[in-house]
């Protein structure tokens, strides 16, 4: 039986740095309401917009994964 | 299972109309649709339906005026179609049936739609089309000698940085376009897998999930639009705020 493991090892190494951004993204933005809880407001979208661009990169690795 | 190119469903002449063409038909059916019926009842005390609208649209200018300043004119309609479009290009996507109704070919089912964001001849359209309007705006608001000179210029130094910003120009382009038809075609993918695994409530929360991934998707190429246009119509001699991407 043939298998193959590149696709797993594409998103599992192109995943790695993009769960650390968006976890220290998203740790920062509950440090930041914790100090100010009225703020959540403003920092929930640009939380959010952050994550976007820190799992664009793992999105890439996906499409190699898929099309490799 | 989505196939990765969009397919083509029927030809016109030499020009094979795929579905992912027929969806981006129906989303411009859809805005004009919604712009017609906002038109034709516009009124000096507002309706509910045109209060949504309005406030939407006052809230977005709101948002492009804190990032562009003066420019904010020029920039919002472009900021508000790219929104838009997109956002109802994504989420056509999710309407149930809509990948699964369709004609049968060699075995499989050749859906007659599919989200038009995951075809990545649409992305890449719609991401020349940005690039091509800010440099066209900055031309328009800067002139063509302040506008070549954050390119070239006689000191070597800037020279050199003017190269990098060329550079960076062409990955705009590439990363735009990717971001969106990763995030999309991806999701499609996800659902796909979901509903063979089990059929019933658990892809609830991947569709859940998927309506937001569209919306931030959405909102963040129109985002950086915005922003790549404002960086680009301020004077590159008196520039005071750099806007990272």
């Known amino acids: ?68 | 299972m989505v196939s990765f190119a969009a397919e083509p469903i029927f030809n016109i002449g030499k020009f094979a109309v795929t579905n992912a063409f027929l969806d981006t038909l129906l989303v411009d059916g859809i805005i004009v649709g919604l712009i017609i019926a906002v038109r034709k009842n516009l009124k000096l005390i507002p309706g509910k339906f045109q209060t949504i609208i309005e406030s939407i649209f006052s809230e977005f200018y709101l948002l492009t005026e804190s990032v562009a300043g003066k420019n904010a004119a020029k920039i919002f309609p472009f900021f508000m179609t790219f929104f838009l479009f997109i956002l109802i290009a994504n989420w056509t996507g999710l309407i149930p049936g809509i990948n699964a109704i369709g004609i049968k070919h060699e075995g499989e089912i050749v859906p007659f739609l599919r989200a038009a964001t995951s075809d990545f001849n649409v992305t890449l359209g719609l991401a020349l089309v940005s690039i091509t309007a800010t440099h066209v705006l900055s031309i328009k608001t800067v002139g063509i000698l302040d506008y070549l000179s954050r390119y070239f210029s006689l000191n070597p130094i800037n020279l050199f940085i003017g190269l990098l910003e060329i550079i960076s120009e062409i990955t705009k382009i590439i990363s735009l376009s990717f971001r969106l038809f990763g995030n999309i075609f991806a999701g499609e993918i996800v659902l796909g897998t979901v509903s063979t695994l089990f059929a019933f409530v658990f892809p609830l929360p991947f569709l859940m999930l998927e309506v937001i991934v569209g919306l931030v998707q959405a909102l963040v190429f129109a985002m950086l639009t915005m922003a790549f246009m404002a960086v680009l119509m301020t004077p590159h001699h008196s520039e005071s705020k750099e806007v990272s991407h």
């Open chain 1, 1 to 68: 039986m043939e298998f193959s493991i590149s696709g797993g090892l594409i998103v599992a190494i192109g995943g790695l740095t993009p769960a650390l951004a968006i976890g220290l993204i998203g740790a920062k933005a509950m440090e930041a309401i914790g100090r100010n809880p009225e703020a959540s407001g403003k920092i929930l979208p640009a939380m959010l917009l952050g994550m976007a661009f820190a799992e664009a990169i793992a999105i890439y690795s996906l499409i190699l994964a898929f099309i490799k």
